[in-house]
């Protein structure tokens, strides 16, 4: 049995999992591995330069023949070349996040690439949804990163009732279970992060890794929320001193102290003074995995979970 919805059609995928877009984290190698054993994976272009983005779009299209996508994260200040690239590249999908995509919505439509804006709201997916978006990819503030305000739990269904194209939950899914309530709340799919952070494709620094292996359920922390833009990290010296930086409101120092963090931790390891951006999830992360079976167990655990539920109830 596989699990197919509108999401698996619209993209061309096998299995309904979206790897999250994750900047310095997300290279073409876990994309291509993503992508390679059904999934939809994504480079995540952060804050790259425009040359390393098309040195990585075109890593991903000599790994896999499958579809794959780009995350373009929309505060980065060189957005317009990278939009750019993106269409001169003929992606097949593009994911966005951290702000709304409208501007360049036609541009990416004309040339025939799938568009699923990252929407932490209703108000966003309904307006995405009214110029073009082909899914909404709903993300919950479970998840890492940059996060709005709402739960996955109460944005999903909200998102599912409120716009007519598919809808994907993201935020603290890291399994079969969460799959299936993904798909029990009005979504056609879910997208993955910080599971990912976790497969052996994924090219971040080991440090890193053993940091979201180690995490509990209560180490990850919202950090900036005086900036404007929460991130949820897991805890360390950085998030403290960002945290005390909250607590006297000083928002420009924030910004300062946190500019080159997240490369600093996963790129060279610093899991003391680096941004460990990461979900709720990082403590249903176990091992570290190729990106083909952490797939395999998220897509199996759903399938039997479906088979089972109904006898799971109990009564006449
Ligand atoms: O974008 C993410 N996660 C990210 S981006 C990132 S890099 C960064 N670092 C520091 C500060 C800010 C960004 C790290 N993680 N997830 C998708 C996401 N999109 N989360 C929230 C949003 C979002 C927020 C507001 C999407 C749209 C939006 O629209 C506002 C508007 O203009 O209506």
């Known amino acids: 049995m596989t699990i197919r919805t509108r999401l698996t059609s619209l993209l061309g995928i096998e299995h ?75 992606v097949p999908v593009v994911t966005t996040g951290a702000g709304n995509p409208g501007k360049y919505m036609s541009a990416l439509k004309e040339q025939g690439i799938k568009v699923l804006p990252i929407a932490p709201s209703t108000a966003l997916a309904k307006r995405m949804e009214s110029i073009g978006a082909d899914a909404i990819i709903g993300e919950g503030m479970e998840a890492g990163g940059h996060i709005g305000e709402l739960t996955t739990m109460v944005l999903t269904p909200q998102l599912a009732d409120a716009v007519s194209v598919p809808v994907v939950a993201a935020g603290g899914i890291a399994d079969g279970r969460g799959m299936v309530a993904a798909l029990a709340l009005g979504a056609e799919g879910v997208q993955i992060g910080t599971r990912f952070m976790c497969a052996e494709e994924c090219t971040i620094h080991p440090a890193v890794k053993e940091q979201v292996l180690r995490a509990k359920d209560r180490d990850t922390v919202v950090t900036g929320r005086s900036t404007g833009h929460p991130v949820r990290v897991i805890k360390n010296r950085l998030a403290r001193e960002i945290m005390e930086l909250d607590k006297a409101n000083q928002p420009e120092e924030i910004e300062a102290l946190g500019a080159g963090k997240l490369a600093l931790a996963m790129r060279q390891g610093d899991t003391d003074m680096g941004s460990l951006m990461a979900g709720q999830s990082a403590a249903m992360v176990c091992r570290i995995e190729p990106a083909a079976a952490i797939i395999d167990e998220i897509v199996s655990e759903a399938q039997s979970l479906l088979a089972s539920l109904s006898a799971r109830t109990v009564g006449t």
């Open 16 to 90: 309904p999992i979206i790897q999250g877009g994750m900047a310095w984290t997300a290279t073409a190698e876990l994309a291509a591995a993503v992508s390679n054993a059904g999934g939809l994976g994504i480079i995540g272009a952060g804050h790259m330069p425009t040359d390393l983005l098309r040195e990585q779009i075109r890593n991903a299209k000599a790994s896999t023949d499958r579809p794959f996508g780009v995350n373009l994260m929309l505060l980065t200040p060189h957005i317009d070349e990278l939009v750019q690239l993106v269409l001169d590249e003929h």
